[in-house]
């Protein structure tokens, strides 16, 4: 592990309880990786452009086989530089709330611009679909205020963390762990699921 990403999601900061467990497993692993490279990316003071217009025109150009042209070679340079960004690590650490049964729109908005063709994956008529981001982990801090594991008769209300593996699994990712906290609205201190 050489660069490690942490993307936080959460607004809520130090009352975050997915940000509360990333710290500590943050401070660990720079405990025992003294010479590790940490880029925080935090969601909610993060200047993601608008995805539309041109960008999505580039989008669909890139779709059909075809290069971005006119204004859309800005607007696609402007993704291929996020990702870019994004894609510089070893080892990602999400810290994600769950809102509305998702994740909050700030981190549905990433996965939206980051998320491209010859970026993060790829398609071909023989293959199907396959990611391009292999080599890379994650450690993933979920939180949701009431509880959604096996046996609570909720599971299928939780579209936060099938989703987060959907994506990751979807764009190559080797290995995903998870961290979960959940009933976070009714205990005082929330028990983590591993
Ligand atoms: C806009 C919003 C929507 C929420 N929706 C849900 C929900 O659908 N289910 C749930 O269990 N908790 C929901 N919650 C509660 C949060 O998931 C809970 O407070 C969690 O701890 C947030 O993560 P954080 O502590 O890392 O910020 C919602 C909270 C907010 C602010």
Not at 13 to 26: G, T, V
Request: aromatic content about 14%.
């Amino acid at each position: 592990m050489k660069k490690l990403i942490y993307i936080e999601a959460s607004p809520r900061k130090d009352r975050s309880h997915s940000i509360k467990a990333a710290q500590e497993y943050l401070s660990d692993i720079k405990n025992k990786n003294p010479d590790i490279e940490i880029k925080t990316i935090d969601l909610w003071d993060y200047d993601l452009p608008e995805f539309n217009g041109e960008m999505l025109n580039a989008k669909y150009s890139v779709l059909r086989g075809e290069s971005p042209s006119g204004k859309q070679v800005a607007a696609w340079a402007e993704v291929r530089a996020l990702f870019d960004e994004f894609a510089d690590a070893d080892h990602y650490v999400f810290a994600i709330p769950m809102w509305n049964f998702n994740i909050p729109y700030k981190m549905k908005h990433y996965i939206d611009v980051i998320s491209q063709p010859g970026m993060s994956w790829g398609y071909t008529e023989d293959d199907g679909y396959f990611g391009l981001m292999a080599g890379r982990t994650a450690k993933v801090f979920f939180a949701s205020g009431d509880g959604y594991a096996e046996g609570s008769g909720f599971e299928s209300l939780d579209f936060q963390k099938p989703y987060i593996q959907l994506w990751l699994n979807f764009i190559g990712f080797d290995k995903v762990d998870k961290v979960i906290a959940q009933r976070t609205l009714f205990e005082p201190e929330a028990p983590l699921i591993s």
